[in-house]
């Protein structure tokens, strides 16, 4: 019998990746994509040690990439052992799927993903068990735009009062991860870091939507423009919500 471990876990796919393939203009940049992806690759790993005002902790969850899918996933014994909590987790999470976002949408992809809790066996590049097939449910089932949802196995448990702050329900009633903002700031994995230019890299992000509903009305791909529409309407219903002090901004990034 497997040896199942509770875990967190996020099921991440890159919506219009065949697409992509199949445009020999995009090789390079679908290529340095991946390569970034599957760089996380890895076992999950924490430590924590006592500082004087409390823990200080490293934290990284076991990642596994195949195609245009990857698999995050945080063993809650394991945070458990490390004195983390979920709310931590979360912020962790939450931090990683607005960066495979913004990577994503350098390409021109899309990310959608479902996220649930339960069973799963998930180390050495080997994951499968229950929580996966309800996580990847969940992603093709009912996230159905470029979002990413919250299973049944997160809405319905103890614990969902520590997602709330982390937490967007859409008009058709979906709880979804709010990584927008993450996404706008270019946050890094770790959130310590961003991206300061943000008014340019906004400004790209519009061109590049506009430009891509316009070629897909072009090619009446209806399918694929509802999803790019929906994504812009998401961001700028976010980025109406968002400090405009932050939007302004611009410096460059300090290279050392």
């Known amino acids: 019998m497997a040896q199942y471990q509770t875990h967190l876990v996020a099921f991440v796919d ?36 006592k500082v004087e005002n409390g823990h200080q902790s490293r934290l990284r969850p076991a990642v596994s990439t195949f195609s245009d899918n990857i698999v995050l996933s945080y063993p809650l014994e394991g ?36 996220i649930a809790i339960g069973n ?41 009062d520590k997602w709330k702050s982390h937490t967007w329900y859409h008009d058709d009633g979906v709880a979804v991860l709010g990584y927008m903002m993450g996404f706008v700031m270019r946050t890094e994995p770790a959130g310590n870091r961003f991206n300061p230019m943000i008014k340019t890299w906004l400004a790209d992000v519009r061109q590049t939507i506009d430009a891509e509903i316009a070629y897909l009305s072009s090619t009446k791909n209806v399918k694929a423009k509802m999803k790019w529409s929906w994504f812009n309407n998401s961001l700028e219903t976010n980025v109406a919500r968002m400090n405009p002090a932050i939007l302004e901004s611009d410096t460059p990034l300090e290279h050392h």
């Open 120 to 160: 799963l066996y998930h180390e050495g590049g080997v994951v499968f068990g229950p929580a996966l097939v309800e996580a990847y449910e969940i992603e093709r089932s009912v996230a159905i735009y470029p979002r990413v949802a919250l299973g049944p196995s997160v809405t319905q448990s103890g614990e969902f």
């Open 79 to 114: 945070l458990a052992q490390h004195a983390l909590s979920i709310d931590i987790v979360i912020l962790f999470l939450q931090n990683l799927v607005a960066y495979i976002a913004w990577n994503a949408f350098q390409s021109r992809l899309l990310i959608r993903g479902g």
């Open 14 to 49: 890159l919506l219009g990746f065949r697409e992509a393939l199949r445009d020999s203009n995009r090789e390079d940049a679908i290529l340095s994509l991946l390569r970034r992806l599957a760089a996380f690759q890895g076992d999950f790993f924490a430590e924590s040690h």
